[in-house]
Nanobody, 117 residues
Framework: QVQLVESGGGLVQPGGSLRLTCAASGSYFSSSTMAWYRQAPGKERELVAR???????AYADSVSGRFTISRDNTKNTVYLQMSSLKPDDTAVYYC???????????WGQGTQVTVSS
């Protein structure tokens, strides 16, 4: 069983920064691909950034150059550093763990990010 707990969301002004944290329990973190998704009101959930078990990263075009995903396998934690935030970044951000050998696919409860002046 895996549990994911996100933190770090909040209200920030346009141009500001936030760092989201996702702490994972269980034994599969280091062998899993971790990702951040987001869902804005009235929109579908979309992939924001992904990091593989070996550290390869991928980003949505809309956040490339502004967001950075990283992981610390010693702490079972994945981060999303968000900079130059825009009102369009307002959404609930979800952490996802996907482990291919076990077919595990887990989601956190989400953390709200609001970008507004």
């Amino acid at each position: 069983q895996v549990q994911l707990v996100e933190s770090g969301g909040g209200l920030v002004q346009p141009g500001g920064s936030l760092r989201l944290t996702c702490a994972a329990s269980g034994s599969y973190f280091s062998s899993s691909t971790m990702a951040w998704y987001r869902q804005a009101p009235g929109k579908e959930r979309e992939l924001v950034a992904r990091i593989t078990r070996v550290g390869s990263t991928a980003y949505a075009d809309s956040v490339s150059g502004r967001f950075t995903i990283s992981r610390d396998n010693t702490k079972n934690t994945v981060y999303l550093q968000m900079s130059s935030l825009k009102p369009d970044d307002t959404a609930v951000y979800y952490c996802n763990l996907r482990n291919i050998p076990t077919a595990y696919d887990y989601w956190g409860q989400g953390t709200q990010v609001t970008v507004s002046s």
